[in-house]
C-alpha cells in the first residue's frame, strides 16, 4: 500500500469494515492500488433515458463526420446503470466516468464567429453544483439522485466509482484579459440558450487568472517558469481558477467534495494536474477523503512524478509509460531503446514514484488519444498483447469503454495532435432518427473475453496488483519482468511474464532474479494454458518462448514434482598438513545452500583421520558442483581446494572422494 495512513485512518479502516457508511478518511487510506478500471465517456455510452437528452441543434445521433462527435449524443447515468452487466461481465474493480457537474452547452464564438457545442464531454463546467442535466434529468433534485443511484448500483455489483473532477478551471466564457476581461452582456447574436457566464457564485471575475491562453511553446523546458506559466493561464481558453484567492479555491473543493460526500464514490481522477500545483491538488486529495489520480499530459517521467506521493496525490494516469507502450506495442519499435521512451527508459524510473508505482494508472488509449488499434494499424493481436500488459505490469489497469470491441477510431485514421472526434463514438451507432444500425455492446469478441480473464487474473494473484516488478531480460523485441510479494501473508508469491513486440517466435534463458525464493527444479505453469509448463533449472534459468505479438504468463505450479532424495558420502582423503582446522564442504545446489551452506567434515567427525567423511541427503538426478574450504575459530575462510568438483546423484546413491591437496 504505497498510499499514506495514519494510525488514525489505519483504526478508522478496520472499524469501516463493521460500518454501514465507510467513513471517509479510510477510503482515502485504502488507495486505488489492486483495482482495474472501466473509463466511461458518459455521453457516449448508452441512452438509458432519451427524456433527459439535449434537444435541437446541440444533439445529433449520426457520426456520418468529424464534426458530428463534437455534439451531443444522449448518454446518461441510467445507461450505465443498464449495462452494468456488460461492464461486470469483463471483471472491472471500478468505473471512471466523465465530469459530473452541469456543464456549459454551447461555446463562445470562435474567431469565425461558430459557437460549437461543448457539454457533451464535461469539461467545460457551467454549474459545479449542480448534476449534469443531460446524464441525470432537467430536475435539480433528480439529477443527483440518479448520480446517487448509479454509484449504488455499481457499489451493489462490486466496483467502485471514479468521478473526473475538474478544479482548474470552468467553461469559457470570459473575454479580454487583466482589468479588461469581463463577460458577454450583448447576447443577441448568440444562439439561444447560450450561458454566458458560470452560475453563482462562479461568475466573480476576479476569482480568475484572466491572462489569456497558456502558451504551449513554451511549456517547455520545466522549471519554475513555465510550471508558473501553466497554472496561471487558461487551457484552451477555459477560464482559469486562482487558487490564492481563498474563497475561489473553496468554493471549488467545496463542490467537489459535495459530491463525493453525496454519492459515496470512491476516487477522483484530476482533470489539468499540471495546470494546479502538487500542493493544491494534495490538499484537495486531503479535503475530499478519497484517493487521486492526476492527468499530466506529459511523457516526462520527472515531471510527472512530482505531483505522485505524500506531497501530491496517491497516483497520477501514466503517460510516460502510455507513450512507451504505443512506441514498442503498437509501433514495434525497441523494448529497450535508451535513446527513446521505451518500456526500458521508463521502468529504470520508477524509483521516482517511490512507493507509489502501483498507484500509477496505466492505459494503452483514451479519449484525447488516438485508440490503440488504429495506431496499431488494425492488428488485434498487437492490441490484446498490450492489454495484458498493463494488466501485469505494476500499476492500475484502465482501459477506455469500446476497445472490447476491437474498434479503432471510427473512421480508421491517425487523427494528428488531441484526438478527441472519431476516438469517442458511441457504443451504438445510429441513423439520423436514432435508429440502432451497429450496437457494440458485444460479450462475445475475444477482447471482451481476454479482459475479463485478466481481470480474473488479477483477482487471482495479489503479486499482479501489488508486487514488486523487477525487470528479467530487457532485449529490442523480447521484455520480461517478475512481480512478487516481497512481504506479508503471500510472501513469494511470484508471476513471471514475457513479451514479444516483433513478428517471429522469440526463446530466451533467463536468469531466475535473486531476490526470489523460485528454487532450481520448479514447474512453472502457464496461467492460461496448465499445459505449457516450464522447469527452473539447477542453475535456476528458465526458458520462456514468447510466439510473435504475443506473451507468456508463469506461475509457480500447485502441483510440483516430489523430489526424491538418496545418502551421498563424500571422503575427503589426505588432510594431513591441515589437521586442527576444520574443513567443510560446500555446494552450488539448493540442498547445499548454493554455496553459502557447509557441512563440517573435520576434524570433529574424523575417526580415519586422515580421511575425512560426511553424509548428506541430496536430490536425485542433480548435478552438483562442489569444494572444500577451511575454516579458522573465527569462521573466516583461509582456504579453498583450487579444482571444483562435480557430482551427479545416482538413485541409489553413492560415494564422491575428494583428493584434499
Ligand atoms: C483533459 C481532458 O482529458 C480533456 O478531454 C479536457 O478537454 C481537458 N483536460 C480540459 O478539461
Ligand atoms: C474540447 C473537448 O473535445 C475536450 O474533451 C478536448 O480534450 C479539448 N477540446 C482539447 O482539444
Ligand atoms: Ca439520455
Redesign the pocket.
Known amino acids: 500500500m504505497g498510499f499514506r495512513k495514519t494510525v488514525m485512518e489505519a483504526l478508522c479502516a478496520v472499524m469501516a469494515v463493521s460500518m454501514i457508511a465507510q467513513p471517509v478518511e479510510a477510503k482515502a487510506a485504502e488507495g486505488l492500488e489492486g483495482e482495474s478500471i472501466y473509463q466511461i465517456m458518459v455521453d457516449r455510452f448508452y441512452d438509458g433515458d432519451p427524456s433527459n437528452n439535449a434537444t435541437g441543434e446541440a444533439f445529433r445521433n449520426t457520426e456520418n463526420c468529424e464534426d458530428d462527435f463534437r455534439y451531443m449524443h444522449g448518454g446518461d447515468w441510467q445507461g450505465i446503470i443498464d449495462k452494468i452487466d456488460y461492464i461486470k461481465g469483463m471483471g472491472y474493480t471500478a468505473i471512471w466516468i466523465s ?1 459530473v457537474a452541469d456543464p456549459q452547452l454551447w461555446g463562445m464564438p470562435d474567431s469565425n464567429g461558430t459557437q460549437w457545442p461543448t457539454a457533451y ?1 464535461g ?2 463546467v457551467y454549474d459545479p453544483n449542480r448534476a449534469n442535466r443531460y446524464f441525470g434529468a432537467e430536475d435539480e433534485q433528480a439529477s443527483k439522485e440518479k448520480l446517487r443511484e448509479l454509484v449504488n448500483v455499481c457499489h451493489q455489483n462490486g466496483i467502485k466509482v471514479i468521478l ?1 473532477v ?1 478544479p ?2 470552468v467553461g469559457d466564457y470570459l473575454q479580454g484579459t487583466g482589468s479588461n476581461a469581463h463577460y458577454i452582456d450583448n447576447t443577441s447574436s448568440l444562439k439561444s440558450g447560450t450561458q454566458v457566464q458560470p452560475t453563482a457564485p462562479f461568475n466573480v471575475i476576479s476569482w480568475y487568472h484572466n491572462l489569456g491562453d497558456i502558451d504551449f511553446t513554451q511549456e517547455l523546458p520545466h522549471n519554475s517558469y513555465s510550471n508558473a506559466m501553466l497554472e496561471s493561464h487558461d ?2 481558453g ?1 477560464d482559469d481558477i486562482d487558487f490564492d484567492n481563498p474563497e475561489a479555491k473553496q468554493a471549488v473543493f467545496d463542490s467537489i467534495k459535495y459530491w463525493i460526500d453525496y454519492t459515496g464514490a470512491d476516487g477522483a481522477r484530476v ?2 494536474a499540471k495546470c494546479m500545483s502538487p500542493e493544491t491538488i494534495h490538499e484537495l486529495e486531503e479535503y475530499i477523503g478519497v484517493p487521486t489520480f492526476g ?1 499530466n ?1 506529459d511523457m516526462n517521467v520527472d515531471f510527472v512524478s512530482q505531483w505522485v506521493g505524500d506531497n501530491g496525490e496517491s497516483g497520477m494516469l501514466d503517460f510516460p509509460l502510455f507513450q512507451a507502450i504505443v512506441n514498442d506495442f503498437a509501433h514495434g519499435q525497441n523494448f529497450d531503446n535508451t535513446d527513446e521512451i521505451s518500456l526500458k527508459t521508463i521502468f529504470d524510473q520508477d524509483y521516482m514514484y517511490g512507493d507509489n508505482a502501483n498507484q500509477m494508472v496505466t492505459f494503452i488509449d ?3 488519444r488516438n485508440r490503440f488499434l488504429t495506431e496499431a494499424g488494425g492488428d488485434v493481436y498487437k492490441m490484446q498483447n498490450a492489454l495484458a500488459f498493463i494488466y501485469t505490469c505494476r500499476g492500475i489497469p484502465t482501459v477506455f469503454q469500446g476497445t472490447e470491441q476491437n474498434r479503432g477510431n471510427a473512421n480508421c485514421q491517425i487523427i494528428n495532435g ?1 484526438a ?1 472526434t472519431w476516438n469517442r463514438w458511441d457504443m451504438q451507432t445510429k441513423d439520423y432518427d436514432g435508429n440502432v444500425v451497429a450496437d457494440y455492446f458485444n460479450t462475445s469478441t475475444d477482447t471482451y473475453q481476454l479482459i475479463s480473464r485478466l481481470n480474473t487474473l488479477r483477482r487471482e494473484y495479489v503479486a499482479l496488483r501489488e508486487g514488486t516488478q523487477r525487470e528479467m531480460w530487457s532485449s529490442p523485441h523480447y521484455y520480461a519482468f517478475s512481480r512478487r510479494m516481497d512481504d506479508g501473508d503471500d510472501e513469494g508469491q511470484e508471476i513471471i511474464c514475457a513479451f514479444n513486440n516483433s513478428y517471429d517466435t522469440i526463446s530466451n534463458t533467463m536468469q531466475i532474479r535473486a531476490e526470489s525464493s523460485i528454487a532450481a527444479g520448479t514447474v512453472l505453469e502457464n496461467v492460461f494454458d496448465s499445459n505449457d509448463t516450464v522447469t527452473v533449472s539447477a542453475t535456476r534459468t528458465v526458458t520462456v518462448s514468447v510466439p510473435g505479438n504475443s506473451y507468456k504468463i508463469y506461475k509457480i505450479a500447485e502441483d510440483q514434482p516430489e523430489v526424491e532424495y538418496a545418502d551421498v558420502t563424500f571422503t575427503i582423503q589426505n588432510a594431513s598438513t591441515y589437521w586442527g582446522q576444520s574443513v567443510y564442504l560446500v555446494g552450488n545446489c539448493d540442498a547445499l545452500g548454493n554455496w553459502n551452506t557447509s557441512l563440517a567434515v573435520g576434524p570433529a567427525s574424523c575417526p580415519d583421520y586422515p580421511t575425512w567423511t560426511v553424509s548428506v541427503s541430496l536430490p536425485i538426478g542433480e548435478t552438483i558442483e562442489f569444494k572444500a574450504i577451511k575454516k579458522d575459530g573465527n569462521g573466516n575462510v583461509t582456504w579453498e581446494n583450487g579444482n571444483n568438483h562435480s557430482y551427479t546423484v545416482p538413485s541409489e546413491g553413492g560415494n564422491c572422494i575428494i583428493q584434499w591437496n
Open positions: 465530469p464531454h469539461y467545460n473526473d475538474v482548474n478551471h487551457l484552451g477555459l482533470d489539468a492527468e499530459f483514451n479519449h484525447d488531441i478527441d
